[in-house]
């Protein structure tokens, strides 16, 4: 339903109501069998199975697996837009959305926004100004709600609506007992207070351009996210067998994140054949653990796995043991223990915060554009700055006992010896290599300047297609990725994870072509 009007030429109402409904079915079937005998077994003939033998009664068992997904949403929300000649400006909305992923009071969430805006360029004062063209000053402040409690996979196929479908929901299962008897036992133990995750927002920005050149936008933000989404330890009394032990999927503590964006282009050269424009821009942002919620226990610190989350810090913050090179007297990894002297056997009681994440602090773009009479040459860089990988890919190269059947760097040529001592390279027949597993060892700076896209090409002037059926014609060469600048030395610093291996690095894409309009 819309509702818009004009009053008095000036004043201008627009208000609207929509609703929203999502239904979504997922149908799993799995029939396995191990065991097939290549006399008799035929592709695609269901044929050839090695049947039960008494001798293995547990190795040629077939394994049979059903699976059902129902999922949905429904949504119902309303705007009002208010404008005065277009000089001010108010707008509103309020939503109400429910998911099937919560249960009873929880289902049902309600958000809701504010903003207004202030056109500066339109006032008296400003009117004719030769200098400042365009200059708006805007401000807003609400709350979103989130409802996928797991982030999708890289490489995973399957929609967010059916991730977490049982989290509310305890489920058993037929288990292994006692002397491996088969026993019925919880296989999920469901949180019914699951609920949704809910951002607070309060951003002011600006707009502006000056001489018709020189535009661009700064906004600032401030937000603050509640009932985080995050694995929470419960009592062991709970017998809870999921991965991690003893722990469950809820809603607890919160973050807060502030920073600036800031976003400008520049017309250098537009009243000539050449002509030349340059843009950049840029993010700024901070984020802190602003309250542990349920979990605080007076320390001000929990630790989840091989992360902590520590009040008034960076969030999800590495939590490792400080490596520091080398033993000179034999080779082996050398780390420091909690009270500050070096060890080659560190212990989990070592590990302590390091204030770093794998959220960029910094990250933003710039280039340009250029033509000259139908030539055009565009390129644009993008950067991340400030953030923390482990570099997998690098550590395998790196461990001499990898040698066969894989690669290695070459690197490990230089190894510590009895006459090359002072080598930064552990020996090849260091005792303690795993002991690295739970250091800051291969912990790197993952920060990047990289060219994403550059463009050479040319236009064929209309004089030339003027009496063909051809009503324009370019011709490009094209590439995507093509240098980075970055002291990472795996593969590629720019993934979606806090490391690991297994994920194809960003390619580089040359790309030639010929668009043709008729």
Not at 44 to 72: F, K, M
Not at 207 to 219: H, P, Q, V, W, Y
Not at 369 to 389: L, M, R, T
Not at 437 to 465: E, H, M, Q, W
Request: hydrophobic share 35%; charged share 20%.
């Amino acid at each position: 339903l819309n509702y818009k009007r004009v009053f008095a030429e000036k004043h201008t109402l627009d208000i609207s109501g929509y609703t929203e409904y999502l239904k979504a079915h997922r149908r799993i079937w799995l029939y396995q069998q191990i065991g097939l005998n290549p006399l008799t077994w035929e592709p695609e003939a269901g044929t050839g199975y090695v049947p039960y033998t008494p001798a293995l009664p547990q190795s040629y068992i077939p394994t049979v697996q059903a699976g059902e997904v129902d999922a949905g949403t429904f949504s119902y929300f309303g705007t009002l837009d208010y404008d005065y000649d277009s000089r001010f400006g108010f707008a509103a909305t309020i939503r109400r959305d429910a998911t099937y992923k919560f249960v009873q009071d929880y289902k049902w969430g309600t958000f809701w926004s504010v903003a207004g805006r202030w056109n500066i360029s339109k006032e008296n004062f400003l009117k004719d100004n030769s200098v400042i063209k365009d200059l708006k000053l805007r401000g807003s402040y609400g709350t979103t709600g989130n409802q996928n409690i797991t982030a999708r996979g890289v490489d995973d196929s399957q929609s967010t609506i059916f991730y977490n479908a049982r989290d509310v929901r305890s489920l058993n299962s037929l288990q292994a007992g006692y002397n491996n008897a088969t026993s019925f036992g919880v296989s999920i133990y469901g949180n019914e207070d699951l609920r949704w995750e809910t951002t607070s927002q309060l951003n002011v920005g600006i707009d502006f351009n000056i001489k018709s050149r020189l535009s661009g936008s700064f906004d600032w933000y401030s937000k603050e996210t509640t009932d985080l989404y995050m694995s929470i330890p419960v009592s062991y009394a709970n017998g809870i067998p999921s991965s991690p032990v003893n722990r469950i999927q809820g809603n607890n503590g919160a973050l807060r994140n502030q920073g600036y964006e800031l976003s400008l282009k520049y017309d250098v050269l537009k009243d000539s054949k050449l002509k030349l424009s340059v843009f950049a821009n840029g993010a700024f942002n901070d984020n802190e653990m602003s309250s542990l919620g349920l979990l605080e226990d007076g320390t001000g610190q929990i630790r989840i796995g091989d992360v902590l989350l520590k009040k008034g810090q960076t969030a999800q913050q590495y939590f490792v043991v400080p490596y520091l090179g080398v033993n000179p007297a034999n080779g082996n990894l050398l780390f420091m223990d909690i009270n500050g002297n070096p060890t080659e056997n560190p212990t989990d009681g070592d590990r302590r915060a390091t204030n770093r994440n794998y959220l960029p602090r910094y990250q933003g773009g710039f280039g340009f554009n250029s033509s000259y009479e139908g030539f055009f040459f565009d390129a644009s860089f993008v950067y991340s700055k400030e953030f923390s990988k482990f570099d997998t890919d690098y550590a395998s190269l790196m461990d001499i006992r990898n040698v066969n059947p894989f690669p290695v760097a070459s690197e490990l040529i230089n190894a510590w010896t009895p006459t090359n001592t002072s080598s930064n390279i552990p020996s090849w027949g260091a005792t303690n290599y795993d002991s690295g597993d739970i250091s800051d060892r291969f912990l790197r700076d993952a920060s990047f300047v990289r060219l994403r896209n550059i463009t050479f090409g040319y236009d064929v002037p209309a004089k030339f297609l003027k009496d063909t059926f051809i009503k324009g014609c370019r011709f490009r060469l094209q590439g995507e990725n093509i240098f980075t600048w970055t002291k990472w030395k795996g593969f590629d610093p720019e993934t979606f994870t806090q490391g690991g291996t297994g994920y194809f690095p960003t390619p580089k894409v040359y790309t030639f072509g010929v668009d043709i309009n008729f």
